[in-house]
């Protein structure tokens, strides 16, 4: 429950004089509820699954290209390589389109929403974003000087003293022009 420091006594040995003393402690033994445990548990169980099921599919794949003539394997190799190459590309694209749309100050995140396949598409897609935020930009502010206009002209407006109707002033009737 409380860590212990022990002190260690200063022997002179290390060719200084008296030196302070350096604290050492203990490893605390901690308890774990049950379901800490379960937890743990259960976290260790799906990374072992998830290593599970990758050496499975390796063990499967081989013995697929192992049960195929040369001509299929070679085949099937290039499928998988160009699928590879595919994935390289699209991940490539990706990262182009994210810092195009940092380059026009909008969130890189847009790039998961967008669905882009070339680089034009991708080109096309970020200027038609760029633009579209500048004029939103420009009618939010057209509407916030309309709003400040309002609000100064509102403060400017005094309220107007009320005139004594035919009369001339007076000491008891002024008091009733405001």
Do not use: H, W
């Not at 033994?29 to 072992?48: G, H, I």
């Not at 390589?81 to 694209?93: M, S, V």
């Not at 380059?103 to 396949?117: E, H, M, N, R």
């Not at 579209?132 to 309220?159: F, H, M, W």
């Amino acid at each position: 429950m409380f860590n212990k420091i022990y002190y260690e006594a200063n022997t002179g040995a290390d060719g200084g004089g008296a030196t302070t003393p350096q604290p050492t402690t203990e490893p605390v033994a901690r308890s774990f509820t049950q379901d800490e445990v379960n937890a743990l548990m259960a976290k260790e169980k799906a990374k072992f699954e998830k290593v599970t099921q990758s050496k499975l599919a390796e063990i499967e794949e081989a013995q697929k290209l192992a049960s195929m003539s040369e001509a299929e394997r070679d085949k099937a190799e290039k499928a998988k390589l160009k699928e590879e190459l595919n994935q390289y590309k699209n991940e490539k694209l990706a990262t182009q389109f994210k810092l195009e749309l940092s380059s026009k100050t909008l969130p890189p995140d847009f790039a998961d929403f967008i669905p882009v396949q070339d680089a034009e598409k991708a080109k096309a897609a970020v200027d038609f974003l760029a633009k579209y935020k500048t004029d939103i930009a420009s009618v939010l502010q057209k509407e916030i000087d309309d709003l400040k206009q309002q609000l100064t002209n509102a403060n400017l407006r005094g309220v107007t003293p009320k005139a004594v109707s035919g009369a001339a002033a007076t000491k008891t009737s002024i008091p009733t022009i405001f």
